[in-house]
T-cell receptor, first 113, second 112 residues
Framework: DSGVTQTPKHLITATGQRVTLRCSPR?????VYWYQQSLDQGLQFLIQ???????AKGNILERFSAQQFPDLHSELNLSSLELGDSALYFC????????????FGDGTRLSIL | GESVGLHLPTLSVQEGDNSIINCAYS??????FIWYKQESGKGPQFIID?????DKRQGQRVTVLLNKTVKHLSLQIAATQPGDSAVYFC???????????FGEGTQLTVNP
């Protein structure tokens, strides 16, 4: 058990809809990272937050946004969903802004019908 | 573009044998490398890491070797067990960086 909690485990929705994925980092970790894992792109970094502030951004679509709350949990919002957004979305956490290793949750599997 | 990639997509070994999983990286500025194990339905699980000022690091049954000259990383698993069956990813990050860049992954299958 990594200590990183993600909910929900599975999400099924339709094109055009909006969903919110939630992540609670390990106790004591201030950094949260979001990654997308798809069959054709592998594991890709989306965005990082540290202590409530955006720290780094990867190839995250404009339709996607994230935030980190004062209690350090984070949410990834995906809107105007397309079939190609079907993937596993992982959250990871680490102690500091650039500290390693990152510890991963078990992900949310998003299926767009 | 810059990437971290794996040489082989699949590896099949007999229980008790040693396994070697390879990884090539392209960015000579990378200074931190990490191996993750991902079992079906689970997230990547940290196995072992190594910084660029080291050539070798050992853990319990696992060893990571780093060859900066040829930009190559390997994970050795001793006495491979059925529970080691999973996909293994290498990942790298750069100085002052935080994001991990992952390789493609190698599916390790351990036959009893």
């Amino acid at each position: 058990d990594s200590g990183v909690t993600q909910t929900p485990k599975h999400l099924i929705t339709a094109t055009g809809q909006r969903v919110t994925l939630r992540c609670s980092p390990r106790s004591g970790d201030l950094s949260v990272y979001w990654y997308q894992q798809s069959l054709d792109q592998g594991l890709q970094f989306l965005i990082q937050y540290y202590n409530g502030e955006e720290r780094a951004k990867g190839n995250i679509l404009e339709r996607f946004s994230a935030q980190q709350f004062p209690d350090l949990h984070s949410e990834l919002n995906l809107s105007s969903l397309e079939l190609g957004d079907s993937a596993l979305y992982f959250c990871a956490s680490s102690v500091g802004p650039g500290s390693q290793p990152q510890h991963f949750g078990d992900g949310t599997r998003l299926s767009i019908l | 573009g810059e990437s971290v990639g794996l040489h082989l997509p699949t590896l099949s070994v007999q229980e008790g044998d040693n396994s070697i999983i390879n990884c090539a990286y392209s960015n000579s500025a990378s200074d931190y490398f990490i191996w993750y194990k991902q079992e079906s339905g689970k997230g990547p699980q940290f196995i072992i890491d190594i910084r660029s000022n080291m050539d070798k690091r050992q853990g319990q049954r696992v060893t990571v070797l780093l060859n900066k000259t040829v930009k190559h990383l390997s994970l050795q698993i001793a006495a491979t067990q059925p529970g080691d069956s999973a996909v293994y990813f290498c990942a790298e990050t750069r100085p002052s960086g935080s994001r991990l860049t992952f390789g493609e992954g190698t599916q390790l299958t351990v036959n009893p």
